[in-house]
T-cell receptor, first 114, second 109 residues
Framework: DVKVTQSSRYLVKRTGEKVFLECVQD?????MFWYRQDPGLGLRLIYF???????EKGDIPEGYSVSREKKERFSLILESASTNQTSMYLC?????????????FGEGSRLTVL | RKEVEQDPGPFNVPEGATVAFNCTYS??????FFWYRQDCRKEPKLLMS???SGNEDGRFTAQLNRASQYISLLIRDSKLSDSATYLC??????????FGTGTKLQVIP
């Protein structure tokens, strides 16, 4: 069974803290994505990666960075968390050039920044 | 204007009813379209792809109208288990996957 695992389901952090969200997939997918989901705004792409050590900015990269040192792992980093980064963060993966467009999502990490 | 727009609902329908959702897109470069389903507090999962020729999977039918730039999803004989949020997705390749904000469906006993 395909699996995308996010390290933390729920996190509470304080403003200014550094936050790491980790994502691991076991499907040997080339593409990995980080989205955030907010009510009324839907899913918005933060960053994606199509290969190890490769990364591309999505629609809302400000305040975030990513790391992909291994094919199966894609990390999202908030260098200095702010309250407007309180959100649900979803990691996803897919095959390179997937014609079905199917993204496999993790269960999400709900981050609250106080 | 958002690239993919959906009526947020909620659509409250009785069991057994037929319900249809529409989604409009503004980026004519989008080549592929999909419907995802997201249950409450769960991750989105692919429901079905959308083709110009139509795509049917059991009680679900999806249709793409490129001329009018809209996508539809029809659910026949609604079940309680169909209650979820349905996300319309447009793709111009893996680098450009755009999600709508979702349409909430509540099927009532």
């Amino acid at each position: 069974d395909v699996k995308v695992t996010q390290s933390s389901r729920y996190l509470v952090k304080r403003t200014g803290e550094k936050v790491f969200l980790e994502c691991v997939q076991d499907m040997d997918h080339e593409n990995m994505f980080w989205y955030r989901q907010d009510p009324g705004l839907g899913l918005r792409l933060i960053y994606f990666s199509y290969d190890v050590k490769m990364k591309e900015k999505g629609d809302i990269p400000e305040g975030y960075s990513v790391s992909r040192e291994k094919k199966e792992r894609f990390s999202l980093i908030l260098e200095s968390a702010s309250t407007n980064q309180t959100s649900m963060y979803l990691c996803a993966s897919s095959f390179l050039g997937s014609s079905t467009g199917e993204l496999f999502f993790g269960e999400g990490s709900r981050l609250t920044v106080l | 204007r958002k690239e993919v727009e959906q009526d947020p609902g909620p659509f409250n329908v009785p069991e057994g009813a037929t319900v249809a959702f529409n989604c409009t897109y503004s980026n004519s470069a989008s080549q592929s379209f999909f419907w995802y389903r997201q249950d409450c507090r769960k991750e989105p999962k692919l429901l079905m792809s959308v083709y110009s020729s139509g795509n049917e999977d059991g009680r679900f039918t999806a249709q793409l109208n490129r001329a009018s730039q809209y996508i539809s999803l029809l659910i026949r004989d609604s079940k309680l288990s169909d209650s979820a949020t349905y996300l319309c997705v447009g793709s111009g390749g893996y680098q450009k996957v755009t999600f709508g904000t979702g349409t909430k469906l509540q099927v009532i006993p």
